[in-house]
């Protein structure tokens, strides 16, 4: 959603950096630029008016001019006013003290409302409550009936009495559904209701009328995040017409410029409460601003990145990877398939890598990353015996050629996938015991700088003219030990790890954060 945008400030950024001091002409060319990309995002003009002079008089400020870094510090300030126009803090939702608590949903025709009622029935479940869907929707040919299917995909029970397509009174139903509720110990109700125009009076007099039968303890505004400029006016009708206390952006995942989610919160003062970012039920989450604002300027989302991992990874999986890593037992292509699996429940690997910080720069391949790739690897897998997945290393030539027949791929990919988790397993290895994987960076702790191997002697420094000998040597000393005296290696190992003084490694030492021990077995 936000890629051009993205795109547009951390360009501005980069004119920064570099600069000892930054001039007022360096600012004013900044702050420009800085207009220009929020304009061409179709983000509301007197919110990008109002952003542009906070900027301006921070900048121009003691916190800039004083600062060791200023291009950094302008980042700093350019962060904290993208978080308050998105909404400053996070808010969690009303729940009523005495349940049912009610959400009513509101919104345009074709903002997604029917579709985001599931989702969020189906983050509840996840939550912990026990949520009713009301279909409310009786003008709209058809809204019943998707509700039905929505709600039985998120796995939440729908109240659905008429069958709508222009018939009945869509307030009796709402009153129903929230008796339905309190009879059946449902401790939330979700209405979907049915889209209208922003000048649609009739409409908007039964929104308000649904409103007051039901007493809602929340009131969500759905909009497309998608529509631009006209975000502002649809949500200042429906703040007057209708009234909500929070906003929910959906088709987040978009291509549009995301002037609406720049907009709306700041033109009605209501937060963003949840983002819908995909098609499934699952691509739903809480809108975080500041998480948002690191977002556009491509500082990653590393938070909401580990909070998916926790609620996906298993905590007993993960232990039982910890302890394969650290050598206690072997590490298989199950293993592998496991944790693929649990990856792949995560959402895309787009996604995933999109919340990395400095993602914007490998933008490119990220749009043409194949997401089939990752059905070729299992394909593969499950193309191997038990035997083979358990022990790789009988994989001769014809059992490969089988896999590849079997997985509808070549034999060039089957042992592309082999050399890959051979590689990544050693790595992975050496991280579990305290090696760095990477030549030259030492186990101890250096200060700010890479350290050069110490010097074992003056006279164990090889001189031979043998190129075969010097190669032995050579090869000696990239093992640990020495070209003189080869038992020395059993005083220390590569990269700096035992030895005199270094202690050996103890694998229980090793403790991986609750639920990410699938991301250390890729």
């Known amino acids: 959603m936000f890629n051009s945008l993205s795109d547009r400030l951390t360009a501005t950024f980069k004119k920064l950096r570099g600069k000892g001091r930054l001039s007022p002409a360096d600012i004013d060319g900044t702050i420009r630029e800085i207009r220009r990309a929020l304009l061409d995002a179709d983000v509301a003009l007197p919110v990008v008016r109002e952003f542009a002079a906070r900027i301006r008089e921070r900048a121009l400020g003691v916190e800039v001019s004083k600062a060791l870094n200023p291009a950094q510090q302008v980042i700093k300030i350019v962060h904290s006013e993208l978080v308050e126009v998105l909404g400053g803090e996070s808010r969690e939702l009303n729940f009523a003290k005495r349940p049912p608590t009610v959400i009513l949903l509101a919104g345009l025709q074709g903002a997604g409302k029917t579709t985001l009622a599931g989702k969020l029935g189906y983050w509840l479940k996840d939550q ?94 759905v909009i497309d995040a998608m529509i631009g400029q006209d975000a502002v006016t649809t949500a200042n009708a429906f703040l007057e017409g209708v009234g909500f206390t929070g906003v929910v952006l959906s088709k987040l995942d978009g291509d549009a410029r995301g002037g609406a989610a720049l907009s709306v919160s700041s033109v009605t003062g209501r937060p963003i409460l949840f983002a819908s970012t995909g098609e499934k039920v699952t691509d739903f989450e809480r809108f975080h601003p500041d998480r948002m604002a690191s977002r556009i300027l491509d500082l990653g989302d590393m938070m909401t990145l580990i909070e998916q991992a926790e609620r996906v990874f298993d905590e007993d999986q993960a232990k039982e990877m910890a302890s394969k890593l650290a050598g206690e037992s072997e590490y298989t292509f199950d293993d592998f398939l496991k944790q693929l699996h649990q990856v792949r429940k995560l959402g895309s690997m787009r996604s995933l890598i999109g919340m990395m ?76 015991h305290g090696r760095t994987p990477f030549p030259g960076m030492g186990g101890k702790k250096s200060k700010g700088r890479m350290q050069a191997p110490a010097k074992k002697g003056r006279g164990k420094k090889s001189k031979s003219g043998n190129p075969a000998k010097r190669a032995a040597e050579e090869r000696a000393l990239l093992e640990g030990g020495s070209a003189q005296t080869p038992a020395a290696s059993k005083a220390g190992a590569a990269f700096g790890v035992g030895g005199q003084g270094g202690g050996q490694f103890d694998p229980s030492q090793f403790k991986i954060p609750s639920g990410l021990g699938g991301l250390f077995g890729r």
């Open 128 to 221: 912990g409550h026990t949520p009713l869907l009301v279909a409310a929707d009786l003008q709209r040919p058809g809204a019943v009936n998707q509700l039905r299917i929505v709600g039985e995909g998120a796995g939440v029970p729908v109240f659905a009495p008429q069958p709508g397509d222009g018939t009945g009174d869509p307030v009796q139903v709402a009153r129903d559904g929230v008796a339905e509720a309190q009879a059946k110990l449902y401790d939330t109700v979700v209405i979907d209701t049915a889209g209208r125009l922003g000048i649609d009076d009739g409409l908007m007099r039964q929104a308000a009328d649904i409103r007051e039968a039901t007493s809602p303890d929340e009131i969500l505004f």
């Open 357 to 432: 910080p400095g993602a914007g720069k490998i933008r490119d391949q990220l749009d043409n990353f194949d997401e089939h790739e990752v059905d070729r690897i299992e394909a593969i897998i499950n193309s191997m015996t038990p035997a083979e997945r358990a022990d790789p290393k009988i994989l001769n030539g014809s059992r490969r050629s089988r896999i590849a027949r079997g997985s509808g791929t070549t034999v060039t990919e089957v042992n592309g996938l082999v050399q890959r988790f051979d590689q990544a397993k050693t790595m992975m290895r050496s991280v579990a």
